[in-house]
């Protein structure tokens, strides 16, 4: 997700993975997972395009096992370590982290969504409202971080030393005119910060499972802007898989099927932006992002 200072921060939560994660085996490129189990991570299983997804797969022979987990840290090392196939819960910057900071090569197959990133408070109605010198918490993971500052700068909150940029971090706020003051949270508990900051920016994999609703955000980015092909959400696999038949027919039955698309909108409130980039734009906008990853790290 996303989203200048020349240190990325690393992403800091430590939620051990799920129990039970069995090493799969993965098909040779080009060819298809035949009777195994695909095994795909996501963050929010429960929202409603999984269980259409699943049964959509199921409709064109493809059995899928789907692995929840309760944070961002955690499935990409999964899908790297073999422990799942696939996984679908991250845009283009944040995936351009993972592969700089630890030295692996997932890849984008294929495109889902763009999600706004909102500001919600429980205090206030509208950013004019929020007092010069309160506290917002942003995630602390580098890509979402970057992200949530450009829409506290868009939001009249804060200004970026740099103008804003992919990589823009609390350093690169000038507190000198900015009118509020920025911490920085595990993305998962900035919900629950919400009675103790004026404003949270808020992934939006935990609005709703903090009672919140995604028209309750006082401010967000704009999904449809060209810029935001980084921040285009992906299904991502090992690179020796990204030709994998099946795997890629998974991608095609998400973007196609009207049930799943449905879900998708339905657990976004209405504002992810559905969207069939092509691979090749995609894994073209990862290397750029990648290049000023590792020109960002010296």
Known sequence: MSRTTTKLLAALATVPLLAGL??????????????????????????????????????AGITIELVDFADYAQPNPATTEGELDLNQFQHIVYLADYNVSAGEDLVPIGATAIYPLGLYSTKYDSVEDIPAGETVAVPNDASNQARALLVLQSAGLIELKSGGTIFSDLADIDESKSTVRVTALEASLTPTSL???????????????????????????????????????????????????????????????????????????????????????LQDSLATVEADTKAAKG
Do not use: H, M
């Open 195 to 281: 009675p103790d900051v004026a404003a949270a920016v808020i992934n939006n994999d935990f609005v709703e499972d903090a009672g919140l609703s995604f028209e309750d955000a006082i401010a967000q980015d704009d999904p449809t802007d060209p810029n935001a092909l980084p921040y285009v959400n992906i299904f991502a696999s090992r690179a020796e898989d990204e030709d994998d038949a099946t795997y890629l027919k998974l991608v095609e039955i998400f973007q196609t099927d009207p049930e799943v698309q449905a879900g998708l909108i339905e657990a976004s409130g209405g504002t992810a932006v559905p969207v069939t980039t092509p691979v090749e734009d």
């Open 22 to 59: 069995a090493a799969c085996a993965a098909p040779a490129a080009g060819e298809t997972a035949g009777d195994d189990v695909v095994k795909i991570g996501v963050v929010g299983k429960s929202d409603p395009q999984w269980a259409a997804f699943e049964e959509a797969a199921a409709e």
